[in-house]
T-cell receptor, first 113, second 115 residues
Framework: LAKTTQPISMDSYEGQEVNITCSHN???????ITWYQQFPSQGPRFIIQ???TKVTNEVASLFIPADRKSSTLSLPRVSLSDTAVYYC??????????????FGQGTILTVHP | KAGVTQTPRYLIKTRGQQVTLSCSPI?????VSWYQQTPGQGLQFLFE???????NKGNFPGRFSGRQFSNSRSEMNVSTLELGDSALYLC??????????????FGQGTRLTVV
């Protein structure tokens, strides 16, 4: 099971771009990388998922280098409402452990005015 | 489209009692997973159900159990409550378990306090 390492906390200001990097040195060939966002007393919310290179949606971008040992979540022009905990997950292989998401400690992002 | 609904939102129980939490997944979703979140341990996987069968289980004692009904609604039960069971219990539903790492949709959780 691939273990993830990400910074415990980060600070930013409104309007800035935020990049959160996650290390997953033992990622397996069939594993995907997924990021979730969680606000206090709410369930996590899916942000983005990728396998390699770059993925972009209306909320964020995910950069994955060729060796896939790390990934970077990029949040463009953050606002105060982006203050939350961000989790990097490395998915289970097909056929095993359906339904199980393994959350690490997450990164507490605080956006300041 | 309604999201994942968990009831009740808040619950206070006494040590030794038992509790049942309910989760209604998004319509059409057949996989339901449960998680426990505490400040000390973070988010931990409890178990997953698909088509009324438990397919995966985390590292929790037998006091934690669950079930899923034919309409995919799920319940989890904790017996002989301990103070350490105080946590936010989250339910997540997924559309198709054959798709690896498919997106999971979480409910808002049930905040359980054991006194």
């Amino acid at each position: 099971l691939a273990k993830t390492t990400q910074p415990i906390s980060m600070d930013s200001y409104e309007g800035q771009e935020v990049n959160i990097t996650c290390s997953h040195n033992n990622i397996a060939t069939n594993d995907y990388i997924t990021w979730y966002q969680q606000f206090p007393s709410q369930g996590p919310r899916f942000i983005i998922q990728g396998y390699k290179t770059k993925v972009t949606n209306e909320v964020a971008s995910l950069f994955i280098p060729a060796d896939r040992k790390s990934s970077t979540l990029s949040l463009p022009r953050v606002s105060l409402s982006d203050t939350a905990v961000y989790y990097c997950l490395v998915g289970e292989r097909r056929g095993t452990s359906y339904g199980k998401l393994t959350f690490g400690q997450g990164t507490i992002l605080t956006v300041h005015p | 489209k309604a999201g994942v609904t968990q009831t009740p939102r808040y619950l206070i129980k006494t040590r030794g009692q038992q509790v049942t939490l309910s989760c209604s997944p998004i319509s059409g979703h057949r996989s339901v997973s449960w998680y426990q979140q505490t400040p000390g341990q973070g988010l931990q996987f409890l178990f997953e159900y698909f088509s009324e069968t438990q397919r995966n289980k985390g590292n929790f004692p037998g006091r934690f159990s669950g079930r899923q009904f034919s309409n995919s609604r799920s319940e989890m039960n904790v017996s002989t409550l301990e103070l350490g069971d105080s946590a936010l219990y989250l339910c997540a539903s997924s559309l198709d378990p054959k798709i690896p790492n498919t997106e999971a949709f979480f409910g808002q959780g049930t905040r359980l306090t054991v006194v």
